[in-house]
């Protein structure tokens, strides 16, 4: 690989390039401990502090996608469907908390406790933009749309700012009508565009414990819903429809549209984040800061499908593939680790023999 002079590492000195087997992986794929297939995740190294949020790209034309990773250490990594490790993106000062790619995959942002927000070429590693805030950025989106492009940042500010990026030198425009200026009565924690509504909706949820949608043309509030505890994560299921939301014990899964109920699960656990089957829609995955294992619910009946160990500390964040055949967990021992959603089944590293 090239090596770049504009912010992209292309050498990694702490991490090897391929994924390798996790043999402390271990767990059952059946809920009863029985499970005659040994589940054994790829080991992704490289990161050097807790890993914050993982964003999976959408599927491209030839059926693979893209991860991108976020961390503590202030060096997101971008990484194929394989693992394989292509680049990290380096300019951030601080901690990085969220990290998301563009539709057609050629650009990635992201949002920092340095102040700032950056969107960066996917392909050179170069930071084409910096987007100054006055306090710690926690969550980013970018419009499904490709031209134009627009982006949304939201923090500890409690402002949720939208950016032109056919403009980046000019003033963001502030998303609500309160008399303070505020968007939200607490933190941000996760920003969501609508990839349905032609790029005009777009959701989000903070620590005051309510998720709002907003009018992008009108910039104003057009609904809400109140959780009644604060959100630790949200997303939104590959394919759209859905959002996953995590506040207390609970996770809620919400009609992006508002037509439907929304169904809403109790765990044991307080989680730190759930992601939905892209497909299935019939179950989901968890972290928790409560312990290192992974965690598989049906949806219908909220038991515990799956569970398993590989992780050295609390799982921070969890996120289903594309195409449904992986989820990927980061933890706060600083690694992520990818399992199959079928174990036993030929996909990318994980091949059998007949």
């Keep these: 690989m090239a090596s770049y002079t504009n912010g992209y590492n292309s050498h990694p000195h702490s991490h090897s390039t391929t994924p390798t087997p996790d043999q402390n992986g271990n767990g059952n794929a059946n809920g009863n401990g029985n499970a005659a297939i040994k589940v054994q995740p790829l080991l992704c190294s490289g990161h050097t502090r807790p890993v914050t949020h993982l964003s999976f790209s959408n599927l491209l034309d030839d059926g693979t996608y893209l991860l991108i990773s976020a961390c503590k250490d202030g060096n997101p990594m971008l990484r194929s469907w394989l693992g394989d490790w292509i680049g990290t993106f380096l300019g951030h000062k601080g901690a990085v908390w969220s990290s998301k790619i563009s539709l057609d995959t050629s650009r990635a942002v992201t949002g920092s406790a340095d102040f700032t927000a950056k969107i960066w070429d996917t392909n050179s ?12 950025v926690r969550s980013v989106a970018l419009n499904p749309q490709q031209t134009p492009q627009y982006l949304l940042t939201g923090g500890h500010e409690k402002k949720i700012r939208l950016f032109d990026l056919g403009r980046p030198d000019a003033e963001p425009l502030v998303l609500g009508s309160k008399p303070d200026g505020l968007s939200c009565e607490g933190v941000v924690k996760s920003l969501v565009w609508d990839e349905g509504q032609s790029g005009t909706m777009g959701v989000s949820a903070a620590e005051d414990g309510i998720v709002r949608w907003w009018d992008l043309r009108t910039l104003g509030q ?26 207390g014990k609970k996770v809620h899964f919400l009609d992006i549209l508002r037509q439907h109920p929304p169904v809403t699960v109790e765990l044991p656990h307080p989680p730190t984040s759930a992601s939905l089957h892209p497909f299935a829609r019939d179950r989901f995955v968890t972290g928790s800061t409560n312990d290192p294992w992974v965690r598989v619910y049906d949806l219908d009946s909220g038991k515990e499908k799956e569970v398993y160990k590989g992780h050295h500390g609390p799982v921070l964040c969890a996120s289903y593939s594309p195409d449904g055949e992986v989820y990927a967990s980061g933890s706060e021992d600083g690694t992520i680790r990818l399992w199959q959603t079928n174990p036993g089944k030929s996909y990318g590293l994980w091949q059998t023999q007949d």
């Design 125 to 136: 590693g170069e930071a084409l933009h910096t987007f100054a805030h006055n306090h710690i």
């Design 222 to 247: 057009i609904a809400s819903l109140d959780l009644g505890e604060p959100i630790s994560s949200m997303e939104l299921a590959h394919g759209g429809g859905t959002l996953s939301v995590t506040a």
